[in-house]
Antibody, heavy 115, light 109 residues
């Protein structure tokens, strides 16, 4: 059974940093492209970024609102996806989901940016 | 700036049919956008229903179908059930970036 478990969310001040993790199990993590998606309270879904599998180059793409501030990475030895978030803004407040190829999603982790 | 627009809300009677659309601005939606459709219920993560315009996952009920029509991606729910009440989002691919639609709240009444 595919499982994705996000962690690392919490309360952080504007300008601060946070690193989210997504622990994956139940599938061959190495072969899969992974994405982060966020959802602000009461709002719609927003794509944050994606990382390809190493065999496909391991490259990343990030959405315009987070480019230069957020970085997606992966550790295939630990079956874990990461989202490093720097220079956080109030508008980054959201539940952050990781997703495997869009068909499997974690339950999300809440990030609150507030002074 | 790419904007993907959906109807804000739609109401349908149980057993009825409802059609949701997904429009891209600028330009028309094509198969090259690989349209996805997701269902999301309150407090839950999204659940994928349709990929690449019209393909269903193993868990997608037969009453859901996807297509392209008039330059838009379309999700049709036929024989709507009460449990279909949810928010529905489309997702389009723009060559290295993805954009979610604004979402449609479907009410079954």
């Amino acid at each position: 059974e595919v499982q994705l478990v996000e962690s690392g969310g919490g309360l952080v001040k504007p300008g601060g940093s946070l690193r989210l993790s997504c622990a994956a199990s139940g599938f061959t993590f190495t072969n899969v492209w992974m994405s982060w998606v966020r959802q602000a309270p009461g709002k719609g879904l927003e794509w944050v970024g994606r990382i390809k599998s190493k065999i496909d180059g391991g490259t990343t793409d990030h959405a315009a609102p987070v480019k230069g501030r957020f970085t997606i990475s992966r550790d295939d030895s630990k079956n874990t996806l990461y989202l490093q978030m720097n220079s956080l803004k109030n508008e980054d407040t959201a539940v952050y989901y990781c997703t495997k190829g869009w068909e499997s999603w974690g339950q999300g982790t809440l990030v609150t940016v507030s002074s | 700036q790419t904007v993907v627009t959906q109807e804000p809300s739609l109401t349908v009677s149980p057993g009825g049919t409802v059609t949701l659309t997904c429009a891209s601005s600028p330009g028309a939606v094509s198969s090259g956008h690989y349209p996805y459709w997701f269902q999301q219920k309150p407090g839950q993560p999204p659940r994928a229903l349709i990929y690449s315009t019209s393909n269903k996952y193993s868990w997608t009920p037969a009453r859901f179908s996807g297509s392209l029509l008039g330059g838009k991606a379309v999700l049709t729910l036929s024989g709507v059930q009460p449990e279909d009440e949810a928010e529905y989002y489309c997702l389009l691919y723009y060559g290295g970036a993805y954009v979610f639609g604004t979402g449609t709240k479907v009410t079954v009444l």
